[in-house]
């Protein structure tokens, strides 16, 4: 019997080794979702492109997903809290557990009790992604889209400033994340520091304890030490002490004013049950989207012990052992011995596919790139000199484009330039500050790009989907985030 071919639509790009892209596959046909939406994908494929690994899905199928969730946990405002308080309870758990799970002297565990404390982390790993991830991470466009459209039948077009007022308190939080936390850490260190130098290397040390998990997004990411956070106290430290007390009183004068304009707009603002409800929803949103990746990076710096341990008994780097599937950890643990070719083929690229329900499979090496052709076909992108996006942050710029796959290519950012990413992540925050604009593949308004852009004060343009497809480092682009286009000038 013949099978219809997959027309596959591209959903979103990382540097996730194979077991975290598994993982995301998962959740698809988890039983989570089943019982609590009554909704699963049968088909999902991961290829390799451009140093990251591309998910697709079956637009159908995926419309669905997405409209059984957002119809369930968006129903009204006692729903949404629902969901946000189940998240905030299993972001917690999963940090916890996964510290508990890689804690002790793990040399001393037997190959079973390893086998016994991956069970326990892989259980809570995956319902992580059921609910802290893959809850908010479908809906908050089309929350965002549904808030926005209420927002422009209350505030006219032509008045564009209060419009833009707001915009910017509904879509952007009030709380302070990890990387905001960090930040103000830092320069209360360096106001210490100028009154007294002797104290640096006691602060930083105690700093990089307290942090150093921030840059680990996926499970094998290298952590924070001394020397990086060494790195930006120093330029901190450069300028006058005036400057440093007043950068450390706006920022928490920010919040404070933002929770303040909120809650006045949440009482003024709406004329409807239902605006109001997608006002504070939102706004919720844009906070719950960046707490949960606080978790999921200091889950996955505290899990590395473990997989570290395994690695080493059979003579593999942590970025090596998590290059498995789930069902390829077991067998390891059971038989102690394993396939190190195939582990390191990976690092290079891989591709998981699961089709009409099948179970998934991995491929690696000369299989990848007839995988490829076979189920996507020639994707090149021609003679396209710009890109349509949803506006994250209004202003207009003009300079060079710099094409940013992964956090390793940000030290070729320049003051200047036209940041141009599949996404960007708390730690692209100090590149981000030397850009005059930003430009990504993926988000929407309350996503990390665009709100980090619009407290920078700089235009940002985001879910253009082939941003870095179509631009390459070195063209002059213009971007207008009035309309959100972005043009490379010829």
């Given at each position: 019997?013949?099978?219809?071919?997959?027309?596959?639509?591209?959903?979103?790009?990382?540097?996730?080794?194979?077991?975290?892209?598994?993982?995301?596959?998962?959740?698809?046909?988890?039983?989570?979702?089943?019982?609590?939406?009554?909704?699963?994908?049968?088909?999902?494929?991961?290829?390799?492109?451009?140093?990251?690994?591309?998910?697709?899905?079956?637009?159908?199928?995926?419309?669905?997903?997405?409209?059984?969730?957002?119809?369930?946990?968006?129903?009204?405002?006692?729903?949404?809290?629902?969901?946000?308080?189940?998240?905030?309870?299993?972001?917690?758990?999963?940090?916890?557990?996964?510290?508990?799970?890689?804690?002790?002297?793990?040399?001393?565990?037997?190959?079973?009790?390893?086998?016994?404390?991956?069970?326990?982390?892989?259980?809570?790993?995956?319902?992580?992604?059921?609910?802290?991830?893959?809850?908010?991470?479908?809906?908050?466009?089309?929350?965002?889209?549904?808030?926005?459209?209420?927002?422009?039948?209350?505030?006219?077009?032509?008045?564009?400033?209060?419009?833009?007022?707001?915009?910017?308190?509904?879509?952007?939080?009030?709380?302070?994340?990890?990387?905001?936390?960090?930040?103000?850490?830092?320069?209360?260190?360096?106001?210490?520091?100028?009154?007294?130098?002797?104290?640096?290397?006691?602060?930083?040390?105690?700093?990089?304890?307290?942090?150093?998990?921030?840059?680990?997004?996926?499970?094998?990411?290298?952590?924070?030490?001394?020397?990086?956070?060494?790195?930006?106290?120093?330029?901190?430290?450069?300028?006058?002490?005036?400057?440093?007390?007043?950068?450390?009183?706006?920022?928490?004068?920010?919040?404070?004013?933002?929770?303040?304009?909120?809650?006045?707009?949440?009482?003024?603002?709406?004329?409807?049950?239902?605006?109001?409800?997608?006002?504070?929803?939102?706004?919720?949103?844009?906070?719950?989207?960046?707490?949960?990746?606080?978790?999921?990076?200091?889950?996955?710096?505290?899990?590395?012990?473990?997989?570290?341990?395994?690695?080493?008994?059979?003579?593999?780097?942590?970025?090596?052992i998590t290059q498995l599937t789930r069902s390829e950890m077991l067998e390891l643990l059971d038989q102690q011995k394993i396939n190190k070719q195939k582990c390191r083929q990976r690092l290079r690229g891989y591709v998981l596919l699961r089709k009409y329900n099948s179970e998934i499979k991995v491929f690696e090496g000369?299989?990848?790139?007839?995988?490829?052709?076979?189920?996507?076909?020639?994707?090149?992108?021609?003679?396209?000199?710009?890109?349509?996006?949803?506006?994250?942050?209004?202003?207009?710029?003009?300079?060079?484009?710099q094409v940013i796959y992964t956090k390793h290519d940000l030290r070729k950012i320049k003051f200047g330039d036209i940041m141009i990413a599949v996404t960007t992540h708390p730690d692209f925050v100090p590149a981000m500050r030397r850009c005059k604009a930003v430009v990504t593949d993926e988000g929407g308004i309350t996503?990390?790009?665009?709100?980090?852009?619009?407290?920078?004060?700089?235009?940002?343009?985001?879910?253009?989907?082939?941003?870095?497809?179509?631009?390459?480092?070195?063209?002059?682009?213009?971007?207008?985030?009035?309309?959100?286009?972005?043009?490379?000038?010829?």
């Open positions: 019997m013949l099978t219809k071919k997959i027309n596959w639509e591209r959903y979103f790009a990382r540097k996730f080794c194979v077991m975290r892209f598994e993982l995301v596959m998962r959740v698809f046909y988890s039983k989570y979702f089943k019982k609590e939406f009554n909704t699963q994908l049968k088909n999902n494929l991961v290829v390799p492109e451009n140093k990251n690994h591309v998910i697709y899905y079956e637009p159908k199928e995926w419309e669905n997903f997405v409209q059984k969730l957002y119809g369930k946990v968006c129903r009204n405002i006692k729903t949404f809290n629902y969901y946000k308080k189940v998240i905030q309870i299993e972001q917690r758990r999963y940090a916890r557990v996964a510290g508990k799970m890689a804690s002790g002297e793990l040399s001393n565990l037997s190959w079973a009790e390893l086998k016994k404390r991956f069970l326990v982390f892989d259980k809570h790993h995956l319902e992580f992604f059921n609910k802290p991830i893959w809850i908010p991470f479908p809906i908050e466009p089309v929350l965002s889209e549904a808030t926005e459209k209420e927002l422009q039948k209350i505030v006219t077009q032509d008045k564009a400033e209060d419009y833009q007022y707001y915009f910017e308190n509904i879509f952007s939080p009030d709380k302070k994340n990890a990387i905001n936390r960090e930040n103000i850490d830092l320069l209360k260190i360096a106001l210490k520091i100028k009154a007294n130098q002797g104290l640096k290397k006691k602060l930083i040390k105690l700093h990089a304890k307290k942090y150093q998990w921030l840059p680990c997004y996926d499970i094998n990411d290298d952590p924070w030490g001394s020397k990086e956070f060494t790195k930006m106290l120093d330029k901190i430290l450069k300028q006058p002490l005036s400057s440093i007390k007043k950068e450390l009183f706006e920022i928490n004068k920010s919040y404070v004013r933002r929770c303040r304009a909120f809650e006045k707009i949440l009482d003024t603002l709406p004329k409807t049950k239902r605006q109001k409800e997608l006002f504070y929803m939102a706004h919720e949103m844009s906070f719950i989207k960046d707490e949960r990746d606080d978790y999921r990076r200091l889950g996955s710096f505290n899990i590395q012990p473990l997989f570290k341990e395994i690695g080493r008994r059979v003579g593999l780097s942590i970025k090596e000369g299989q990848v790139g007839k995988l490829c052709h076979q189920e996507l076909g020639s994707l090149a992108i021609k003679n396209v000199s710009g890109v349509k996006g949803t506006v994250g942050s209004v202003g207009k710029a003009k300079g060079p484009a996503c990390h790009a665009s709100i980090v852009s619009r407290e920078l004060k700089i235009p940002c343009i985001v879910g253009t989907q082939n941003a870095t497809r179509i631009f390459k480092s070195g063209d002059t682009v213009e971007v207008d985030g009035f309309t959100g286009i972005v043009n490379r000038i010829i």
